[in-house]
């Protein structure tokens, strides 16, 4: 969980800031910076409304250290100064009575009241990588909350608007599950659902031109009636003079009956008259900004403004007064957007002063950068949400849990989340510095996304068959003749990509598609292995190949009716290999005529007849015997290690057989190449393609035995030539 170090500071920047704004006097800041002391959790004196901490837990857990919390950041002395004595309860009630907007602004700040937050795109292009994430940040604030999650269209600038774009942005949010509780209607573009609509700017233009009066009255801003030729060259002594865009404030002083008469015929537009200095504002990720001093430079003697247009003069409102209007009308509560926002939030902020309104938190989330450090462009292949869309592309939830940790720290050991589980877990806690967009994470979440829709495919049911299809796909684009049948392909691909769950996380380029791997892959499922096999690389415990032969033509014996993993691989566990000690009548075998052998070799033939069908059974017994031949040896009963050297080939044999014959049918089976174990692979290829290629790679290896025997026969004959003639 987050630091009491962290929540802390936070909440100073707060009080700080608390202390700073309009509605609360100077002489408040004593107060303000003594008045926490942990009671039931944070008490913020100024304003009696109580702050939990983020952590989670009872304030009684939170350790202290000499009356002051265990952090070097905070100033409090919580000894200086006490509660009143009146309940904590009343105390709050008279707060919230005195000023009702700030202690609702509080307890917002520590997510004790369900959230309202937007997503507001212009309908100027697509959406990109860092607009999903925005709309994804705030969703899972209004939904960790229990609060709404907005959608409001900034079509303010109709000359930039590209036509369909509206629906292309809504079809992109549904198809990721970002619906919204207010906004447009995604069935009807001419209907809004919720009690604060229209939701798109376009509609909204009677609100603006009454709010844009109201801040007139107040003297906040006035109208300027300055034709385009003046305004262009004011802006151009100022672009010689290497300085920003602004205005001399000429119409400021115009007397109001004059500037209303002049409204009735002339153009204008309204400006807001910035303050000497901008007011401060609380960022929940840059903490508290302070004070900043508005742009003011001379030109020609004269002092230039940085007086922004908030009403154009075709009576449209800008993006930046239709934000603030539209944001407090519909009461939006945090505003979560990316950190370029930055710069334009004083202005804002001077904008909320103006109305007199409390803004809402605002939380600047870092820049999506590429490798060398450059803000990613949404024109960018890598931005374009279009890139992986598509057959083979990357699943929706995919990329909103990748986007959601491009800045977002949580919790979880595991980066691996649902967008439900991203609700449940969702704090708005977030780097500082800039964030690189790299694709290794977006790979391992899609390779583990791709593995759980293929075990629980009953509750990801359209994209398995999505992903059945893109196999299939692939399969006829790679193989011109398939082995097995086309009615039989689904079930085999379905089967084999369950059995082949795991290897999923070996795909590794995003430009390659999984399915594609995937059929590289298990190539032999779907054709033939090749007529010449490739050679196979022996074990070190070399068994006679008649014994591996005899071994896994045993297994074909097994019926089509009971032909199945669990039946083929206790097959091949039964397999006992023949025995390797000396026969008695073997002539010549002098050492094999000693008692010891001869009981030996009884035991072992006894234990193969007591143990079955049981390999298990089988190497158990043998243990057994070692072990009592190894007490023998200590005690001193018996001196003779022939024994004990016998049981253990004997053990090494049996057990290294079932090696053999695992290396051998995936020689025989897949032609040496990787995939399931080998009874699932039987399995998946049926008894009669098993049969068929186990009788192919006999037949194989006997004539490479031929082969290789008549050419030692004819090297044999060669030498024995060279040294006759060398005799001669």
Known sequence: MYSLSYFTKLLLEALDLAALDWRVEEREMKSLRAGLRPKTGWVCQACNCKLRLLSTGPPSAVKFKGGKPDTAETILDI?????????????????????????????????????RTRFAPSPTGKLHLGSIRTALYNYLLAKHTGGQFLLRIEDTDQKRTIEGAESQLIQDLRRYGLDWDEGPDPLNDSQSKGPYGPYRQSLRNDIYRQHAKEIIRTGHAYRCFCSAERLDQLARQRNDMGLPLGYDRKCLNLPADEADAKAATDPFVVRLKVPDQYPPFFDMVHCKIGRMLRPKTKLQGQDVFDDPILLKTDGHATYHFANVVDDHLMKITHVIRGSEWLSSTPLHTALYKAFEWMPPIFCHVPLIVDTEGQKLSKRDEASDLATYEGPGGVYPEVLLNFVALLGWSHTENNDYMTLKKMEELFLPKFTKGNVTLTFEKLHYLQNLHTQRIIKESSAYPQEFQSLLDDVQHQVHKQFSKLEVSESALPHLISSLLRADTKRWLKRKALNTSAAEDFVTRNAFFFIPTPSDLPFRKPLKLIHPKSDIHTAVMALCLTPESAWNTDAIHAAINA?????????????????????????????????????????????????????????????????????????????????????EIHQWLRWALLAGSNGPNIATTMELL??????????????SSKSREASKDSLSKIRSEVRLRMGRDKVE
Request: glycine share 4%; hydrophobic share 35%.
């Open 79 to 115: 000894e200086q100064k006490r509660l009143p004595s009146k309940s904590f309860a009343q105390d709050r009630n008279d707060r919230e009575r005195a000023d009702p907007e700030h202690a609702k602004w509080m307890r917002a700040l520590s997510l004790d009241e369900p959230a």
């Open 575 to 659: 397999l006992i290999p023949p025995s390797d000690v000396p026969d008695s009548s073997a002539p010549g075998s002098a050492t094999a005529q000693s008692k010891e052998i001869l009981e030996l070799k009884s035991k072992l033939k006894s234990f193969r007849n007591a143990s079955g069908s049981s390999i298990a059974r089988f190497e158990e017994m043998i243990e057994l015997e070692l072990n009592r031949v190894r007490e023998l040896r200590s005690s001193g009963i018996a001196s003779d290690s022939l024994t004990e050297e016998m049981l253990k080939l004997e053990l090494r044999r049996s057990r290294g057989f079932r090696q």
């Open 686 to 699: 049926g008894r009669e393609r098993s049969l068929q290629r186990i009788k192919t790679a006999i037949a």
